[in-house]
């Protein structure tokens, strides 16, 4: 089992990376293996809006030569993407976006001069992130847009999990906090288990 982890977070010690660690850590005593890929090291063009990967049915076909062909590999070939990042104006950072923009139109064959396949379809998403209000203020929003990507890819939404950054010079985290991340990491493990013993049968 494999997930493809996607660091939206621009500090490899802030906060997001904080969470990040023990979920890590908690996902390779589970056996399941992880690649991590810092958005901030790649570089990820804005979607042009050209819809030229529409027409090109075996793949992402994206016109711009940077990193995203690399990334989208990684998201097809994997159990499960994790998008993890802080939140940034109530959404994720702006590589990610960036790249969640060109996924859903190279992933989803819609727009060309015939329907071709949803190349992302029956992947699994979840979100690990980081805000500065109650999670149900700060990022509602982030999960809503991700509910909908997830739809509209024909992809599986698992869930978030959010912790709030109090300020104040206090420790961002904490017992509760690793606790509740190292649960996280072996909910989606159960579920993404569950899914392919599914497939099987």
């Avoid at 994720?92 to 379809?121: Q, S, V």
């Avoid at 991700?146 to 961002?172: S, T």
Wanted: glycine share 8%; aromatic share 8%.
């Amino acid at each position: 089992m494999k997930f493809s982890v996607l660091m939206g977070s621009p500090r490899r010690e802030g906060n997001t990376a904080a969470l990040l660690r023990p979920f890590l850590e908690e996902c390779e005593a589970l056996g399941v293996e992880t690649e991590t890929v810092w958005l901030y090291d790649k570089k990820i063009s804005p979607c042009l809006g050209c819809m030229a990967c529409q027409d090109v049915l075996d793949g992402p076909g994206c016109v711009q030569e940077d990193d995203f062909q690399e990334i989208f590999r990684a998201m097809v070939n994997c159990d499960a993407v994790i998008l993890a990042t802080p939140i940034y104006a109530f959404f994720c950072t702006a590589p990610m976006k960036a790249l969640l923009d060109r996924a859903i139109y190279a992933g989803k064959k819609n727009y060309g001069r015939e329907k071709g396949p949803a190349l992302l379809g029956c992947q699994r998403v979840a979100a690990i992130a980081t805000c500065g209000y109650p999670p149900e203020r700060g990022a509602d929003l982030w999960e809503e847009g991700l509910k909908r990507f997830c739809r509209h890819g024909n992809m599986e939404y698992l869930g978030i999990l959010c912790r709030r950054d109090w300020g104040g010079g206090q420790p961002f985290l904490n017992e509760e906090r690793e606790q509740a991340v190292r649960d996280f990491a072996q909910a989606l493990t159960l579920a993404v288990r569950a899914d392919r013993m599914a497939e099987l049968t």
